[in-house]
């Protein structure tokens, strides 16, 4: 059983910034592709961003593209989502998830991941 746990998230002003983790176990975490997802109050679930089974390709939502940096350490079992210049919109529980495909390159689509995280609460106050 795969099991993905996120930690890092919290209260923010505006501007500022915070770094979410996400440790895999239960699979072999280097072979498969990692995502992010958020769910804003009131809101569908939404891709974030999405790394690749060995780092070497990121790809974010439009919104995100210059604030979040998706990385990974696959020697830790471990991807980060750094988020830089937050924005009250960006208040929301984030999401890590594990990608269907062995050595693939991440997907824009849920249903292309099939392992969850518990969430963790991001805010961003104004």
């Known amino acids: 059983q795969v099991q993905l746990v996120e930690s890092g998230g919290g209260l923010v002003q505006t501007g500022g910034s915070l770094r979410l983790s996400c440790v895999a176990s239960?699979?072999?975490?280097?072979?498969?592709?990692m995502g992010w997802f958020r769910r804003a109050p009131g809101k569908e679930r939404e891709f974030v961003g999405a790394?690749?089974?060995?780092?070497?390709?990121?790809f974010y939502a439009d919104s995100m593209k210059g604030r979040f940096t998706i990385s990974r350490d696959n020697a830790k079992n471990t991807e980060f989502l750094q988020m830089n210049s937050l924005k009250p919109e960006d208040t929301a529980v984030y999401y890590c998830?594990?990608?269907?495909?062995?050595?693939?390159?991440?997907?824009?689509?849920?249903?292309?991941?099939?392992?969850w995280g518990q969430g963790t609460q991001v805010t961003v106050s104004s």
């Open positions: 790394i690749s089974w060995d780092g070497t390709r990121q």
């Open positions: 998830a594990a990608g269907t495909l062995k050595y693939g390159m991440g997907s824009r689509r849920q249903d292309d991941y099939d392992y």
């Open positions: 239960g699979r072999t975490f280097s072979t498969y592709p």
